[in-house]
């Protein structure tokens, strides 16, 4: 059993930067690959970004690279998220999710979803 905490999230105006961080517990931290999420109302929830276990390789959503550099630190058991030049657009509530061994690619597709967190709040103003 694992157990994902986001934090981090918030108001910001266009252009500005957040960073979320994800904290695990539970389990070991390492061999999951993780990703961010997320879900503006009304809307499906859609892929944002995804690593691997030991932060081999990653895999973005063509709407945040470039913008968005995922992270991790599994001495920590933590995921971040570093969101740079944010806009509008971005405004959803954010997910961390972790897949035992699964390839970041299958993540972006919702494939193997073993667990996920319970959200945290980002809202960019014009």
């Known amino acids: 059993q694992v157990q994902l905490v986001e934090s981090g999230g918030g108001l910001v105006q266009a252009g500005g930067s957040l960073r979320l961080s994800c904290a695990a517990s539970?389990?070991?931290?390492?061999?999951?690959?993780m990703a961010w999420f997320r879900q503006a109302p009304g809307k499906e929830r859609e892929f944002v970004a995804a690593i691997t276990w030991n932060s081999g390789r990653s895999y973005y959503a063509d709407s945040v690279k470039g913008r968005f550099p995922i992270s991790r630190d599994n001495a920590k058991n933590t995921l971040y998220l570093q969101m740079n030049s944010l806009k509008p657009e971005d405004t959803a509530n954010y997910y961390c999710?972790?897949?035992?061994?699964?390839?970041?690619?299958?993540?972006?597709?919702?494939?193997?979803?073993?667990?996920w967190g319970q959200g945290t709040q980002v809202t960019v103003s014009s």
């Open positions: 999710a972790a897949a035992y061994d699964r390839t970041p690619q299958a993540m972006g597709l919702m494939i193997g979803i073993d667990y």
């Open positions: 539970g389990r070991t931290f390492s061999r999951y690959t």
